[in-house]
């Protein structure tokens, strides 16, 4: 994937030369892991409350469900403003911009500790999910642009390595930290966390003037004029909402099929996150010449998981190595489809990689919605189903789109 000679369609001449000289391999490599860190932090901060509910519902004096809206809100904003934010700071200089988006996360995680209203919490929730978003359109992209352009899929695949370590090891502890401390102490760490990151990205991540990016109407207008980029967009709604259709219930539906314990439930989502970064290694290496195998690979071991479930998920040792297979079928898909957006788009990654968070995370949020539904009306199992029948169309589509031969990029050839 060839990010280091897309034009500067934004800045000029003047920021590309300043892009020119790379940074030195062990800078660059820090830089990637910072921006690793970043990831941890964001994505931590957006999942906690999903551990902490009753504390934070009883300590506030709402219900579990009104308190499940610091994640709802959280991820609408992440999806819904990114596209335009991304466009209105196409000048902004990324070492910038990072940094700003780190404080509004630490700012908003101090402010959720101190808060004595819960609709504060929430108008703070939804300027912290903007902040979100424009990390995930911009954070990938700064990695690759780190390292020789030959590591430039390996650093995506360390920066996207942190989605599973924060199910690792970021949502267990912070759990473990309301255990010890309440929850909002637990905020609190986390608002010194996202300064040492903000200090540790100010330190390791050189100047990266912005490249690539393009005005909003530019942004929208990619969908109609790049066919490839709007197939990709249709994968990603397809098996997200599949994916976190299912994923969201997964734990009713260990319960009920499997009769797992609290204990070991919280075992089983860990071993799918140890599979989610497996998948992430394993994909980082097969990505670069194989992209479109890799994907249908994982696409194919995602459905596979699911439909055994279903079929033997009761018995004894199936449910540890379905999840697991599940996180690395997850893990690669992850990686896989940055890929696939870089080389649809490469000249306008940062308004590809926007359009592809808004899609992503309103599909989180559908996806939950309509498993919820089913859920209700047919039982836990059909949302299994649901997931199942979700990503294997988006593997349909998929194959179907193999032999329109667009525009590629240099690594995924």
């Not at 551990?51 to 994640?71: K, N, R, W, Y």
């Not at 390595?161 to 309301?178: D, K, Q």
């Not at 919820?372 to 299994?384: E, H, K, M, N, T």
């Amino acid at each position: 994937m060839n990010t280091n000679t897309t034009t500067d369609e934004t800045t000029g001449g003047g920021a590309a030369a300043q892009d020119a000289r790379p940074p030195s391999a062990l800078r660059g490599w820090l830089g990637v892991a910072a921006i690793t860190a970043s990831l941890f932090a964001f994505l931590t901060t957006e999942l906690m409350p999903v551990g902490i509910l009753t504390p934070v519902s009883a300590g506030l004096g709402v219900s579990v469900g009104v308190a499940g809206l610091m994640v709802t809100v959280y991820g609408v904003s992440a999806g819904l403003g990114v596209p335009f934010i991304v466009a209105w700071s196409r000048r902004v200089d990324r070492r910038v911009l990072l940094p700003a988006l780190l404080v509004v996360l630490a700012a908003g995680n101090l402010v959720t500790a101190l808060s004595p209203a819960f609709p504060l919490i929430l108008a703070t929730r939804l300027t912290m999910g903007f902040a979100n978003g424009v990390f995930w359109a911009i954070g990938v992209s700064m990695a690759m642009r780190l390292v020789p352009e030959r590591h430039a899929s390996r650093a995506a695949a360390v920066v996207m390595s942190g989605i599973s370590i924060a199910a690792v090891v970021g949502m267990p502890l912070g759990t473990f930290l309301e255990d010890l401390t309440g929850w909002r102490t637990t905020f609190l760490i986390w608002s010194g966390l996202s300064v040492l990151v903000l200090l540790a990205v100010t330190v390791a991540v050189p100047s990266l003037p912005s490249r690539n990016a393009v005005p909003v109407r530019e942004v929208f207008a990619l969908l109609v004029t790049n066919v490839r980029l709007r197939t990709v967009m249709v994968t990603v709604v397809l098996f997200v909402l599949g994916h976190f259709g299912a994923y969201t219930f997964v734990r009713p539906f260990l319960e009920d099929g499997a009769s797992a314990s609290s204990a070991s439930i919280t075992g089983l989502l860990m071993a799918y996150g140890i599979g989610g970064a497996i998948g992430n290694f394993i994909a980082g290496h097969t990505a670069t010449r194989h992209l479109r195998a890799t994907f249908v690979t994982a696409c194919s071991g995602l459905v596979a998981s699911l439909l055994l479930l279903l079929a033997v998920g009761h018995r004894a040792a199936a449910p540890v190595v379905l999840l697991v297979v599940w996180g690395v079928s997850f893990g690669a898909w992850q990686l896989c489809q940055v890929n696939m957006t870089l080389a649809a788009a490469p000249e306008t990654f940062e308004a590809a990689m926007s359009l592809n968070t808004l899609a992503y995370n309103t599909s989180i949020a559908v996806g939950a919605l309509f498993g919820g539904l089913f859920a209700d009306r047919l039982g836990v199992r059909s949302v299994l189903w649901f997931g199942a029948a979700l990503t294997a169309a988006s593997l349909l589509v998929t194959l179907a789109g193999a032999g329109r031969g667009p525009r590629r990029s240099a690594d995924a050839r």
